[in-house]
């Protein structure tokens, strides 16, 4: 089957604008989760969505939001980009039987590269 | 906070040789442990650990958990050079802001 899917592979925005990435889960899969990772931090989480609602929150700001659809895409936004905000963004799905945040493994998409310049 | 560490940060070794990572933390309400083998993008699942002392394995590859001391190891055998990659640990404490918790990972050379 299908795996993760993640749109754009990569992008290059400049400082002030906004972002909109795109995760298309494996099919059947309910929980959305967004990670962005760096050098210097690491994989950090950002979100989970399970069924169209956000169901955990990592420490970001709220320059960073997302959403899910009924067919389980997820969409993450960035407003005004920072320099900072350059990174990979990874989105995870996983069958969730929407008591836990993980109840199976969660498969990994290629990511988007995010350039803020 | 929940916190994942890794150990060692990086490790070089030749083919045919066995290695075993680290993996300790410290979470609030630890419901699994995972291990992802990351290559270039997109990490890729290896094991999830959810029941002390009992191995999980796959080929080459092994890992165990050890609830009572808070950590996990990731063994691989006679190790080949498509061995080479980042091996992230992450835990999952169940929700909340920290979602699942990532090492910052070992990065895995293997030399021919």
């Known amino acids: 089957k299908a795996g993760v899917t993640q749109t754009p592979r990569y992008l290059i925005k400049t400082r002030g604008q906004q972002v909109t990435l795109s995760c298309s889960p494996i099919s059947g899969h309910r929980s959305v989760s967004w990670y962005q990772q760096t050098p210097g931090q690491g994989l950090q989480f950002l979100f989970e969505y399970f069924s169209e609602t956000q169901r955990n929150k990592g420490n970001f700001p709220g320059r960073f939001s997302g959403r899910q659809f009924s067919n389980s895409r997820s969409e993450m936004n960035v407003s005004t980009l920072e320099l900072g905000d350059s990174a990979l963004y990874l989105c995870?799905?996983?069958?969730?039987?929407?008591?836990?945040?993980?109840?199976?493994?969660?498969?990994f998409g290629q990511g988007t590269r995010l350039t803020v310049v | 906070e929940d916190k994942v560490v890794q150990s060692p940060l990086s490790l070089v070794v030749h083919e045919g040789d066995t290695v075993t990572l680290n993996c300790s933390y410290e979470?609030?309400?630890?419901?699994?442990l995972l291990w992802y083998k990351q290559e270039k993008k997109a990490p890729t699942f290896l094991f999830m650990l959810t029941s002390s002392g009992i191995e999980k394995k796959s080929g080459r590859l092994s890992s165990i958990l050890d609830k009572k001391e808070l950590f996990s190891i990731l063994n691989i055998t006679a190790t080949q050079t498509g061995d080479s990659a980042v091996y992230l640990c992450?835990?999952?404490?169940?929700?909340?802001?920290?979602?699942?918790?990532f090492g910052k990972g070992t990065h895995l050379i293997i030399q021919p």
């Open positions: 995870a799905s996983s069958f969730s039987t929407g008591k836990a945040l993980l109840d199976t493994e969660a498969f």
């Open positions: 992450a835990v999952d404490s169940g929700g909340g802001a920290d979602g699942l918790t």
């Open positions: 979470v609030t309400n630890f419901r699994s």
